[in-house]
Every structure is written in structure tokens, then in C-alpha cells.
């Protein structure tokens, strides 16, 4: 048995703990989830500012998070993320003996990511460049910014034209203003929506973490699998 075939019995399995309103809900959500854009959090050490901003890249259906730790280490404020991190996928580079933000790079680059990194100097306007296709957006420490790589390495650094004395918004703001503007614009475009088999993998997944006792139940589906149709 395949690995999708396992899966569908599996969602079979679990559908009867399922309420129709969270079926419901599961199917809304994953018609408005992307990959087309991602965030790409550098070394924030500020726990309720990295919560701030995952969850406000879930409000606004966006399935995947970039966590680099290199410097600091990375941790999450349950009460400011309020459950937000068990509906995206994070990603972690924290390998101590790789420069994990190329890692990270290394890795968009090959989903075909533009990469954008904010920095307020010798940026543009982050509203002048271009948004089609895949765009990943690199915020980086509360206190020093983006790593020299990542501003070295990225396809241009962004930043939000400041209106008074302070030189720029806190990271958590400044996530919510880009990644608002950028998620709008790339939902006008073609090709947004996730496809058929990221739904049913996320499926999967989200069946999983909202039935209770799922251990027992995987426990029982497995011991009883060659018998289900």
C-alpha cells in the first residue's frame, strides 16, 4: 500500500470523530492557503514578536514559516500565538555547523522563490518590486537586522518609506504592512492556491491534531488496516 492510498484510509478512519462544522472549516481554509508566499524569520530572539508574526502569516493563509537560528535561539509565546503554529508548516534550519540562513536560501531557490529582504538601508520601496511568481520575505533580528548573507545573497532589500524620527517599525508591525500588501497582490494572479495533493497532505495532517486521543486511534487504525476497504 502506497503512501496515499494509507492516507485516504486514514482520513476515512478519522473522518466519524470529525464534526461537519470542522470539515467545513478545513475545507475554507485550505482554499485559501498559499505557498506563493512565505515569511523567512533571521535569528529573532524576541519570542512575542516571532509568535506575533507566525500568527499573522496563518490569519492571512500562508502555509509555510522559515524559522534560521544561528545566533539566537528561536521559541515560541503561547499566548500571543494562541494555536496558530499547529496549522503552518515551520521550517527550522539550526544546524551549529552550517551557515543556516544559506541553507535557508539554498532551499527557496530551489521552489523557485524570489527572496526579499528588509533592511532600511539601501533598499527600495517595498511596494516597487516585483511580485510574480513565488516571493519569500527575510525579517531579520529585533536589534542588528538581516545577516550580511542574507542582504548579500537577496534578489533585492525592501523596506517601508518612514513617516517620522524613528527609524523602524516593530519587526511583528512590519510583517503585518508587507505581508499584507504582497499577499494581496499575489492573489490576484493565477496559480496562488495550492494543489489538489498539498490539501489532501495537509488533511491529513489537520485530522490529526484536532481528534482526541489520536494515539489510541492510530494505535487501533494500523492494528486493524488490512481489514478497512
Known amino acids: 500500500m502506497d503512501k496515499r492510498d494509507h492516507d485516504r484510509k486514514l482520513i476515512e478512519y478519522l473522518?466519524?470523530?470529525i464534526t461537519d462544522n470542522k470539515k467545513q472549516k478545513f475545507d475554507q481554509v485550505l482554499n485559501e492557503r498559499t505557498r506563493q508566499l512565505t515569511v523567512v524569520l533571521e535569528d529573532i530572539f524576541k519570542t512575542h514578536n516571532a509568535s506575533a508574526v507566525?500568527?499573522?502569516t496563518e490569519c492571512m493563509g500562508l502555509q509555510d514559516v522559515h524559522i534560521v537560528e544561528q545566533v539566537n535561539k528561536f521559541d515560541f509565546n503561547p499566548y500571543v500565538l494562541r494555536g496558530a503554529a499547529k496549522w503552518v508548516t515551520v521550517h527550522h534550519y539550526k544546524d551549529e555547523a552550517q551557515?543556516?540562513?544559506?541553507c535557508c536560501y539554498d532551499q527557496l531557490r530551489n521552489e523557485?522563490?524570489?527572496?526579499?529582504?528588509?533592511?532600511?538601508?539601501h533598499a527600495v520601496d517595498y511596494r516597487n518590486v516585483d511580485l510574480s511568481g513565488k516571493i519569500a520575505v527575510v525579517f531579520g533580528a529585533e536589534e542588528t537586522g538581516i545577516s550580511d548573507y542574507a542582504r548579500d545573497h537577496a534578489d533585492a532589500l525592501i523596506s517601508i518609506p518612514m513617516m517620522g524620527f524613528t527609524e523602524s517599525y516593530n519587526i511583528s508591525v512590519s510583517a503585518g504592512i508587507i505581508m499584507e500588501f504582497y499577499n494581496h497582490a499575489i492573489r490576484k494572479s493565477d496559480g496562488w492556491q495550492l494543489s489538489e495533493e498539498e490539501k489532501f497532505s495537509l488533511l491529513t495532517e489537520w485530522y490529526q491534531k484536532v481528534v482526541p486521543k489520536i494515539d489510541v486511534h492510530l494505535k487501533h487504525f494500523n492494528q486493524n488496516l488490512s481489514q478497512l476497504k
Open 54 to 56: 507566525l500568527r499573522t
Open 15 to 17: 473522518d466519524q470523530y
Open 112 to 121: 523557485g522563490y524570489k527572496i526579499y529582504a528588509t533592511s532600511p538601508h
Open 99 to 102: 551557515l543556516n540562513i544559506k
